[in-house]
């Protein structure tokens, strides 16, 4: 298998980044050297002179060795809006040959790479590409986080078929509970157990902030590498 992982989910805001960073920390805990990479990144801040994200930060935090920022998020916007608009907006192109290449120098020193897409699977990066040709220039197989709220069976099971349409393959799925109140959470994991292509991996809890431990816990590795 595929010594990396793409991370994609349901929709923009529902633990994408969470879900990573416990994968990141669950491996390390079985000696792994681990590395996270979040390609392409809208919504960023200037920090000491440079554009960082808040979310590649976090994904730097939690590499195994420290990890320059630049082979973490090649590419990163100001403005938090989708990645094609936010390139037009300041007439840059996204260059693929650019990700595989940091994806590449990441794979040297690191066992396991964990690489979080940017929201949906059908958010394009440019009139031509999409994150689905990202993730076939990575050659990587797709971990789904479902982030529980309302409409997000359709959204998961509507996500499950394009990616497998796509050629791509799903290994298995996360239920986030994104919202604190959404109701019949539990009736809505067993509903996608039972309909979704592919294994249940992890239920990851409703936090106000990262507790990995909250969430590592709850992982098993053994559907995923």
Not at 77 to 83: A, D, T
Not at 146 to 172: F, Q, Y
């Amino acid at each position: 298998m595929s010594k990396g992982v793409f991370i994609i989910g349901t929709d923009t805001g529902i633990g994408k980044t969470w879900f990573t960073l416990a994968l990141m920390e669950a491996l390390k805990k079985y000696q792994n050297q681990v590395a996270g990479m979040k390609p392409i990144a809208s919504g960023a801040q200037l920090n000491n002179g440079k554009l960082m994200n808040g979310d590649a930060r976090l994904i730097m935090q939690h590499c195994s060795e420290p990890t320059d920022y630049e082979l973490i998020n090649p590419i990163v916007f100001e403005l938090p809006v989708s990645p094609h608009i936010a390139a037009r907006q300041i007439n840059q192109k996204i260059k693929m040959e650019q990700i595989i290449s940091c994806y590449k120098k990441l794979a040297i020193n690191n066992e396991k790479i964990i690489v979080e897409g940017v929201g949906g699977w059908r958010v394009p990066l440019s009139d031509k590409l999409s994150i689905v040709d990202l993730v076939r220039s990575l050659d990587l197989p797709v971990i789904l986080v479902v982030g529980l709220k309302l409409g997000c069976i359709s959204h998961a099971l509507l996500t499950a078929e394009a990616i497998e349409a796509d050629g791509i393959r799903l290994i298995g799925w996360v239920s986030s509970r994104c919202e604190k109140g959404y109701l019949c959470a539990n009736e809505t994991i067993e509903t996608l157990m039972h309909d979704m292509p592919c294994p249940y991996l992890a239920d990851l809890p409703h936090m106000d902030s990262f507790e990995p431990e909250r969430l590592t816990q709850k992982l098993d590795l053994n559907n995923i590498f």
